[in-house]
T-cell receptor, first 111, second 117 residues
């Protein structure tokens, strides 16, 4: 259906390490997969997105990979910094007009 | 400063009150959305408006009533709410929508934190 499963729900890493968040979905029609970052007291902000015609996209320390066959996509953050601490949401385009979101991953980067 | 402004930022209301949440976007977008964010749950889509026309109502109870007078403004009218309606209500906007086409980036406001006593 329209749901997106996101794991883990919480993630703690040391500064400088990498963080990986994974999402899975079930319908085959989805073709757009964004990731949002939400800092405390703010609304979610888009950090990176990928369309179904590519398998990987990178923007500095952030990368997203997509496996359409297996119906999963992942966010990779390298060389993590304390300011990366936030809640991260994966999402996918639904069959209507809008996005369906995962439950979120609370990332904590400790110095 | 965000391009999407929501007021009020915090609201406490009783179950018999009537209140409204307001959203304004300064980005020239044509689509606006209401999402509900509760703890431990995914963001839940409530309503979508495209060129002032409601295109999606995600089985939202009638105690929530949206209004979109123009492409820049969106309201959520609240009446006889329940304590379980306490949540962060997020407004978002995006450029023109076409069904089945890429949504494009959603620009979110900072939300209105609602507490129903």
């Amino acid at each position: 259906g329209e749901n997106v499963e996101q794991h883990p729900s919480t993630l703690s890493v040391q500064e400088g390490d990498s963080a990986v968040i994974k999402c899975t979905y079930s319908d085959s029609a989805s073709n757009y997969f964004p990731w949002y970052k939400q800092e405390l007291g703010k609304g979610p902000q888009l950090i990176i997105d990928i369309r179904s015609n590519v398998g990987e996209k990178k923007d500095q320390r952030i990368a997203v990979t997509l496996n359409k066959t297996a119906k999963h996509f992942s966010l990779h953050i390298t060389e993590t910094q304390p300011e990366d601490s936030a809640v991260y949401f994966c999402a996918k385009k639904n069959s209507g007009y809008a996005l369906n979101f995962g439950k979120g991953t609370s990332l904590l980067v400790t110095p | 400063e965000t391009g999407v402004t929501q007021t009020p930022r915090h609201l406490v209301m009783g179950m018999t009150n009537k209140k409204s949440l307001k959203c304004e976007q300064h980005l020239g977008h044509n689509a606006m959305y209401w999402y509900k964010q509760s703890a431990k749950k995914p963001l839940e889509l409530m309503f979508v408006y495209n060129f002032k026309e409601q295109t999606e109502n995600n089985s939202v109870p009638s105690r929530f009533s949206p209004e979109c007078p123009n492409s820049s403004h969106l309201f959520l009218h609240l009446h006889t709410l329940q304590p379980e309606d306490s949540a962060l209500y997020l407004c978002a906007s995006s450029p023109l929508l076409r069904q089945g086409a890429n949504t494009g980036e959603l620009f979110f406001g900072e939300g209105s934190r609602l507490t129903v006593l």
